[in-house]
Nanobody, 121 residues
Framework: QVQLVESRGGLVQAGDSLRLSCAAS????????MGWFRQAPGNEREFVAA????????DYADSVKGRFTISRDNAKNTVLLQMNSLKPEDTAVYYC??????????????WGQGTQVTVSS
């Protein structure tokens, strides 16, 4: 079992940056691929970014590529999402997720509670 807790999001202006963090409870955080997803009002939850156990494989949704950076610190059981050049369309509840095994865009087993990110124009 892995428990995930996201940091508080926030309200920012378009063009600003924001960093989200996700802390995992399980000591053996290393074997899990980690992902970030988001869900805007009226929309389905969508994939944002994912990182492999070692950080050697990273995947981004096209909508955030070049603006968002995912990273992880296995010693601290933490995964980060650095979000730059934020746009109003990035407004959503952001979720951290974990799965055992390879990086994929679906089939994540564990989820955080979500954190609201609002980008004003």
């Amino acid at each position: 079992q892995v428990q995930l807790v996201e940091s508080r999001g926030g309200l920012v202006q378009a063009g600003d940056s924001l960093r989200l963090s996700c802390a995992a409870s399980r000591r053996t955080f290393g074997p899990y691929a980690m992902g970030w997803f988001r869900q805007a009002p009226g929309n389905e939850r969508e994939f944002v970014a994912a990182i492999s156990r070692t950080g050697g494989t990273i995947d981004y949704a096209d909508s955030v590529k070049g603006r968002f950076t995912i990273s992880r610190d296995n010693a601290k059981n933490t995964v980060l999402l650095q979000m730059n050049s934020l746009k109003p369309e990035d407004t959503a509840v952001y979720y951290c997720a974990a799965k055992f095994g390879a990086v994929v865009r679906t089939a994540y087993e564990y989820w955080g509670q979500g954190t609201q990110v609002t980008v004003s124009s």
